[in-house]
Structures are given as structure tokens and as C-alpha cells.
């Protein structure tokens, strides 16, 4: 059996997090700058997954990954996009997401496969996002710095979030090719009514934005990303998904944080409750006099890196409104500005 790259713990304080660049392009296995008040390591740069998972041995906390690896090869096997990011997560890798790529759908598909952050490298307006993310991801196990996902966020919001069907898919990929509807029935030993049939449910769901932009199903594909060689390359379901980035991706919604929400619980809800909306990621604030919320909530925090006692998050239930800002209340700074979900919400 074949070892594979070791995944170190979360990066205790003062500690170095040991980072691995993927990409490509030679110009980004260098080492990064930091920003002021990260430490990082870089452990190693590769070309391709298959090269890292192949020689790396040393372990890291957090993995930088170019998206489109076959630039320089024009290589369609090569282990990229949504099923490098699933291998690479299922080995307990943490992946930071690093790309040229603008396209919103196979971008966001890509991280919602199981990355941890984005970060465009054309993102000029913060030229230390990259070594934050990778300090926050290798610290945190994830990023807890709103600003930190508002790219991601700008690339959810435009996406359409529905995923074609793999027969529906391989169609557009013909049609990407110039191929006629009766072509493409022989090739896939179908009906040219049902290729057809196919096209109008293709343009169902797409073919406003398509009129919008003066777009062809040739363009379309290119905008999903799911041609040969391209980033969506994993198996599409039988029947067009709607939703599935939201789902893995909650917190990349508009308006939401990018961190743990804060929850305002009433006296009486249950402990179990309380602890599923921990694991969620949202913190119950409680009222004191529960030992097992303030054991439950001390260690979320703990998560967090913040240290501080249950009195200090206890807030009055005469809060009104469904969405409120924690502003003028006497709790830690690092908790100012995130939303605060209130009433019965456990």
C-alpha cells in the first residue's frame, strides 16, 4: 500500500503552519509573502496532485491547489478540479483553493467539493489574503474571517447552482463541439427527437442567461466547466440537482458570516438541542445556571481560540427582532458585527 502525505494537527500558537503549493505554473511553487502576524512554513511545491501524493512525505497542516493543472500538458486525465479537491479532502487534507479561474460555477462546484477557502490570484485589492487564509485554515481548520470569503461569497451569488444531468451534459459537451442534433444522436445512439428534448430542457434552465449574454450551448458548457479536461469532472446525477453548493457551502450565502453564527436561546431547550446547533456551527448563547450548555459552549468557543467566561456572552432577552448586531454590548471585540439569530431558533 502506497503511503500517503501525513495531515498535522491544528497549529498550536506560535507554531509555523507547514503549508504545500500545487500548481502548474513554477512562478506559484514559490514561497508567498505573509501578512503581519502570520508564521508560515512552505513544505513543498509539486506540479500535480499525482506528483505530491507520489513524493511528499513530510507532513502539513494546509494544501494550496491551483484548480486547472493541465495548462502545460493539455492532459485530460490529469487529477484536477472537483475530484483532486474530494481525494485530496477525504485524505484529511485541508485545501485552499488558489486559481486564475473566474468562472463562477465550476469555481464555487470546486470548492463546495470540499475546500476550506478560495482565493483568486487575481485578488490585487489584498495581496496578504492568501497567507491569512492559509494561517486561518491551518490554526482554525477553517477561515473565521468574514472578509476572508467575500470573494467566494461574490462567486456564489453569481452562480446558478444547478447541476445538468450526465445524459443532459454529455449533449451540451457535443454541442460544444459543433456537432448537429442528428451527429449527436448517432453518436450516442439516441433519437434526434430525444437530443431534441434534450436541448430544450437545457434551455429551460439556462437559456435566459444564455439569451442574455448572446450565448451558444458551446459557451454554456464552458461557463459550467464540464468538458472534457475541465474542472467538473466528477459523475453527474440522473436528473439535474438544484442546490447542492448551498448546501455545501451555507456560509458562502449572501449576508451570511463566515464563521459560527451566534444563537440566542430561551431557558427550557433541550441540551441536545443546543449541542446540534454547536455542531453546526452556531454558538448558543445561554442563560447561566445550565453546566452542561456552559460546558458545551466553552468548548465551541474554545474551537474559536477565544477564552473568556459565560457571563461574558450572555445576552438579554428583551433583544428584539430577528436579526440583530452585536454593538454596544459588552462582549469581546472579535464578536462585534457578527448577525445574532434570536428567539426560538435551537
Given at each position: 500500500m502506497?503511503?500517503v ?16 503549493l ?24 509539486y ?30 486525465a490529469?487529477l ?7 481525494q485530496?479532502?477525504g485524505l ?5 483553493v ?16 470540499g475546500a476550506?477557502?478560495?482565493?483568486s490570484?487575481?485578488?490585487s ?10 494561517d ?5 481548520g477553517?477561515?473565521v ?11 456564489a451569488?453569481r ?17 460544444d463541439?459543433?456537432?448537429?442534433d442528428?451527429q449527436?444522436?448517432?453518436t450516442?445512439?439516441?433519437?434526434v427527437?430525444?437530443?431534441?428534448d ?21 459557451g ?17 446525477a440522473?436528473r ?13 450565502r449572501?449576508?451570511s458570516t463566515?464563521g459560527?453564527?451566534l444563537?440566542l ?11 446540534r ?7 448558543g448563547?445561554l442563560?447561566?445556571g445550565?453546566?452542561?450548555?456552559d460546558?458545551?459552549l ?27 448586531q ?21
Amino acid at each position: 500500500m502506497t503511503p500517503v502525505p501525513a495531515v498535522l494537527p491544528l497549529a498550536a500558537p506560535g507554531e509555523p503552519v507547514r503549508y504545500v503549493l500545487i500548481d502548474d505554473e513554477p512562478l506559484y511553487r514559490q514561497a508567498i509573502g505573509t501578512a503581519a502576524g502570520t508564521v508560515l512554513e512552505l513544505a513543498g511545491g509539486y506540479a500535480s496532485v499525482e506528483a505530491f501524493l507520489a513524493i511528499h512525505r513530510q507532513p502539513c497542516h494546509v494544501l494550496v491547489l491551483d484548480l486547472c493543472l493541465n495548462r502545460q500538458t493539455g492532459d485530460t486525465a490529469v487529477l484536477q478540479g472537483v475530484r483532486a479537491i474530494r481525494q485530496l479532502a477525504g485524505l484529511g487534507h485541508r485545501v485552499v483553493v488558489y486559481t486564475a479561474d473566474e468562472r463562477p460555477e465550476p469555481v464555487a462546484r470546486c470548492v463546495a467539493a470540499g475546500a476550506v477557502a478560495f482565493v483568486s490570484k487575481y485578488a490585487s485589492y489584498d495581496l496578504t489574503a492568501l497567507s491569512r487564509v492559509i494561517d486561518e485554515a491551518g490554526r482554525h481548520g477553517r477561515v473565521v474571517t468574514a472578509a476572508l470569503h467575500d470573494a467566494l461569497r461574490e462567486l456564489a451569488a453569481r452562480c446558478h447552482d444547478i447541476r445538468l444531468s450526465g445524459t443532459l451534459e454529455e449533449t451540451l459537451v457535443l454541442l460544444d463541439r459543433g456537432l448537429t442534433d442528428a451527429q449527436i444522436a448517432r453518436t450516442r445512439q439516441l433519437s434526434v427527437r430525444t437530443i431534441e428534448d434534450h436541448k430544450r430542457k437545457i434551455l429551460e434552465i439556462f437559456g435566459a442567461a444564455m439569451e442574455a449574454r448572446g450565448q451558444g450551448f458551446g459557451g454554456l458548457a464552458r461557463d459550467l466547466g464540464v468538458g472534457p479536461g475541465d474542472l467538473v469532472n466528477d459523475q453527474a446525477a440522473h436528473r439535474p440537482a438544484r442546490g447542492l453548493m448551498a448546501r455545501a457551502m451555507p456560509w458562502a450565502r449572501a449576508g451570511s458570516t463566515s464563521g459560527p453564527r451566534l444563537a440566542l436561546a430561551r431557558e427550557g431547550v433541550r441540551v441536545g438541542a443546543r449541542q446540534r446547533c454547536v455542531q453546526d456551527g452556531v454558538l448558543g448563547l445561554l442563560h447561566g445556571g445550565d453546566r452542561e450548555v456552559d460546558r458545551v459552549l466553552r468548548v465551541a468557543l474554545g474551537d474559536l481560540g477565544l477564552q473568556f467566561g459565560l457571563a461574558d456572552v450572555v445576552l438579554s432577552l428583551l433583544v428584539r427582532g430577528p436579526l440583530v448586531q452585536l454593538r454596544d454590548m459588552r462582549l469581546p471585540p472579535v464578536l462585534h458585527g457578527l448577525p445574532v439569530l434570536c428567539g426560538r431558533v435551537l
